[in-house]
């Protein structure tokens, strides 16, 4: 992850640049990741010479535009499990211009904290910290304000933040999603004026809220509705074919092996749209995508969910 210090879009030659070197590149704004996939044979090769001469490249091409790499911002991060990561040896780079790189466990990405072995226990920890916070400054002015403001600045303030890239949550463990269920049961509690260890009962439903497990299959089944109709960025439809074989039209689910891929929005996103009703997934825009959904998930059980993502 590279620290860029202006904003600047990148023109096509940086991505030849990087594409020499086998590394793929993405960004928004002024922040851009470069990756690379290797194995823990390779590990010398591309951690120590490749990394280096791809740092090299992107520094002379920043410098014809006049723009400069900040060597302070630049994180380096390795993901993997966790018997790969005990194989990796190399713990950070020195670059040409005599920076020392020092390989992190966690980096933040937009927004996100994300941990070497992908489990978000970071993520979670910042999200819960900073929610109840937020609700416990809410809670202090609630008499000030009406059930619907309430309500309003709640979903504003709390479950904006719990549902932003709520599809990383995916394959999370139960133990994670129980401290993210918390979060939504304090902001219910907040808004329908309940004490700490009160039941919630009906009140979800009452306030039309998903719960946390169902709010990351909708997010994730409506990107994936999106990218079939044509409505998501081109990367993410070329994720999404359709089988030719039988009568029944059904996308392709690629074949994975590890945890990881399992995770992965090219594997769940078609396998959310395979098994969806037909009710739902042949709607004729996204609003009534969004309606049906909304409603299919609510009347949905425990066992039924489970089901459906598995």
């Not at 690379?36 to 010479?49: C, D």
């Not at 920076?99 to 970071?122: A, C, E, H, Q, W």
Request: with cysteine; charged share 20%.
């Amino acid at each position: 992850s590279s620290g860029i210090n202006a904003e600047w879009p990148l023109r096509p030659g940086i991505y030849g640049c990087v594409k020499a070197f086998g590394f793929n590149i993405s960004g928004y704004a002024d922040d851009h990741q470069v990756f690379k996939s290797f194995g823990t044979i390779s590990q010398g090769m591309v951690l120590v010479y490749d990394l280096d001469r791809c740092f090299q490249e992107i520094k002379r091409w920043m410098s014809r535009y006049y723009l400069q790499l900040n060597d302070s911002k630049t994180q380096i991060i390795v993901f993997g499990s966790t018997r790969v990561l005990k194989e990796i040896q190399i713990n950070g780079i020195n670059t040409s211009s005599g920076t020392t790189v020092r390989f992190i466990p966690t980096v933040k990405n937009l927004g996100i904290y994300m941990d070497s072995k992908l489990t978000l226990s970071n993520q979670v920890v910042n999200l819960k910290k900073k929610s109840f916070l937020t609700l416990r400054n809410i809670c202090k002015i609630r008499f000030l304000l009406t059930k619907e403001q309430l309500k309003v600045i709640v979903n504003s303030l709390v479950v904006s933040c719990l549902d932003y890239c709520n599809g990383l949550f995916y394959g999370l463990t139960e133990k994670l999603l129980m401290q993210l269920q918390l979060i939504q049961n304090a902001a219910a509690k907040a808004v329908t004026g309940k004490y700490k260890h009160d039941h919630l009962d009906e009140d979800l439903c009452q306030l039309h809220w998903l719960n946390v497990k169902k709010r990351i299959i909708f997010k994730i089944a409506l990107l994936a509705y999106k990218s079939v109709t044509g409505l998501a960025p081109a990367y993410l439809q070329e994720l999404f074919r359709y089988s030719h074989h039988g009568h029944t039209l059904k996308l392709i689910i690629p074949e994975v092996k590890s945890k990881y891929g399992q995770r992965s929005f090219s594997v769940i996103g078609p396998r959310l749209l395979n098994r969806l009703p037909t009710s739902v997934t042949c709607s004729i825009n996204v609003d009534t995508f969004k309606t049906a959904l909304k409603t299919y998930l609510f009347n949905l059980s425990i066992n039924d969910l489970n089901k459906l993502v598995k």
